[in-house]
Nanobody, 125 residues
Framework: QVRLLESGGGLVQAGGSLRLSCAAS????????MGWFRQAPGKEREFVSAISWRRDNSDYVDSVKGRFTISRDNAKNTVYLQMNSLKPEDTAVYYC??????????????????WGQGTQVTVSS
């Protein structure tokens, strides 16, 4: 069992930055590929970024490439999403998720086992 708790969301002006954190409980955190997803009002939850357990493989949706950076600190059981140059269209609830142990990162949300409660990110124009 892995419990995930996101933090770091908030209100920011366009062009600003936020860093989201996702703290995980459980001794096996190191084995999980971790992902970030987001869901805007009236839209489906979409993939944002993912990182492998060894941090040697990461993936980003095209709309955030060059602006967002995913990282993880396995010693702290935490995964981060640094978001720079934020745009109003980045406004959403952001969720972190843990995938199958030892798996490569995936964009497919049905392959993620554990989910956090989400943190709201609002970007004003």
């Amino acid at each position: 069992q892995v419990r995930l708790l996101e933090s770091g969301g908030g209100l920011v002006q366009a062009g600003g930055s936020l860093r989201l954190s996702c703290a995980a409980s459980g001794r096996t955190f190191i084995s999980y590929a971790m992902g970030w997803f987001r869901q805007a009002p009236g839209k489906e939850r979409e993939f944002v970024s993912a990182i492998s357990w060894r941090r040697d493989n990461s993936d980003y949706v095209d709309s955030v490439k060059g602006r967002f950076t995913i990282s993880r600190d396995n010693a702290k059981n935490t995964v981060y999403l640094q978001m720079n140059s934020l745009k109003p269209e980045d406004t959403a609830v952001y969720y972190c998720a843990a995938g199958n142990p030892w798996a490569i990162p995936t964009r497919n949300k049905i392959e993620y086992i554990y989910w956090g409660q989400g943190t709201q990110v609002t970007v004003s124009s």
